[in-house]
Nanobody
Framework: QVQLVESGGGLVQVGGSLTLSCAAS????????MGWYRQAPGKQREFVAL???????NYADSVKGRFTISRDNAKNTGYLQINSLKPEDTAVYYC???????????????WGQGTQVTVSS
């Protein structure tokens, strides 16, 4: 069974930066698209960004220009660099990976524990 471990979250001030990491088990990571998602208190989980196995990226409009997704297939690890943080970025951030259509839909049967990002004003 695939395991996902997100890390790197924390408490930062408005305008600050963080780098989130997603460590995945299993060799299928490198052939699949990886996505980042977030869930704010009282809201549904939403798509943030994705990166395909060949490095093509896509971002939600709300994070374009501030967030950068990347991956290291040799380490089975994905990253999300988040800059110019805003209070509305406060959420638990999750990663997952699979076929492109599944990543776009966020339709996964299981998730990791996520990592909390809190932005203080």
């Amino acid at each position: 069974q695939v395991q996902l471990v997100e890390s790197g979250g924390g408490l930062v001030q408005v305008g600050g930066s963080l780098t989130l990491s997603c460590a995945a088990s299993g060799s299928i990571f490198r052939i699949n698209t990886m996505g980042w998602y977030r869930q704010a208190p009282g809201k549904q989980r939403e798509f943030v960004a994705l990166i395909t196995s060949v490095g093509t990226t896509n971002y939600a409009d709300s994070v374009k220009g501030r967030f950068t997704i990347s991956r290291d297939n040799a380490k089975n690890t994905g990253y999300l660099q988040i800059n110019s943080l805003k209070p509305e970025d406060t959420a638990v951030y999750y990663c997952n990976f699979g076929p492109w259509s599944t990543v776009v839909a966020g339709d996964f049967g299981s998730w990791g524990q996520g990592t909390q990002v809190t932005v203080s004003s």
